[in-house]
């Protein structure tokens, strides 16, 4: 059963970022990459991950990818639809992907340096009864307080940047 | 029980469709989308290792870079209308000012 919804959502995954790779309008390129990050969210849920995959869903598909729709429709894609969709210089960047991708995998394949089952999991059926999004919760309030603060201001920050860029005069 | 190297394998493959949309993609709002497929693929290596050593730490750090995705998102648009503002364009070889 485990392996069954991983297969399902890495194929979700990898054909949803494929097509948004290729696809020629922008707007189909948004929708494939929001099943992308639906797929990744679900991934998520397999790793006990709930707290992500909920912020996943709320703050990647219904903000980031919402405001990314809204930049399509506020400027003239038809303009970009005739032109090629690849840049000049895109046989050098598939070269340099390819090398890459292959130093990845090879690397992930070679790998043997960490146990796949330390003695920090012996602590995990006591914080099991606790569940993911209080656990969460408890380490963001307590270790990460002010990394949270920190972050609350970098998210003004950018708002009034947004703000001051997008708008003509102030 | 699925071993965690697969999740890394399915992460860099993704990783490595997110690098191929930024560097040969024309259209700029794409190569911003590729930006975020990139981070997405880094993000799930980050709770594949957290599950793996049984650590809620792993999902702190996701969180932390989902905000500054949402961050970099509102700027990088904003940088994007005023690109298109200017130029009327959104390829990106047309924007070559600081090219040698």
């Known amino acids: 059963m485990d392996q069954f919804f991983f297969y399902m959502f890495s194929a979700v995954i990898l054909v949803m970022a494929l097509l948004c790779v290729t696809a020629k309008n922008a707007v189909h390129s948004a929708i494939f990459l929001i099943g992308t990050l639906l797929g990744v969210a679900g991934l998520y849920l397999h790793l006990g991950a709930e707290f992500l995959a909920g912020v996943q869903v709320i703050l990647y598909v219904g903000g980031i990818m919402v405001l990314f729709l809204f930049v399509i429709m506020l400027v003239n894609i038809d303009q970009t639809l005739k032109e090629a969709i690849f840049s000049g210089q895109w046989k050098l960047g598939l070269i340099g992907v390819a090398l890459l991708g292959v130093e990845l995998v090879w690397f992930v394949a070679k790998g043997t340096g960490l146990p796949e089952k330390p003695e920090t999991h012996a602590a995990a059926p006591a914080a099991a009864q606790l569940g993911n999004v209080q656990q969460v919760g408890d380490v963001l309030f307590q270790s990460y307080l002010l990394p949270f603060e920190i972050a609350s201001i970098l998210l003004l920050v950018a708002m009034v940047g947004a703000v001051v860029m997008a708008k003509k005069r102030i | ?100």
């Open chain 2, 1 to 100: 029980m699925i071993p965690v190297s697969w999740y890394l394998i399915l992460s860099a493959v993704l990783f490595v469709l997110g690098v191929a949309g930024f560097l040969i993609k024309r259209n700029v709002i794409t190569v911003f989308m590729s930006i975020e497929l990139m981070l997405n693929a880094v993000n799930l290596s980050f709770v594949a290792f957290g599950y793996m050593l049984g650590d809620y730490n792993a999902h702190i750090f996701v969180f932390f870079v989902m905000v500054v995705a949402a961050a970099e998102a509102a700027v990088g648009l904003a940088i994007i209308m005023l690109m298109y503002h200017n130029r009327k364009s959104l390829n990106v070889d047309d924007i070559e000012l600081l090219k040698f």
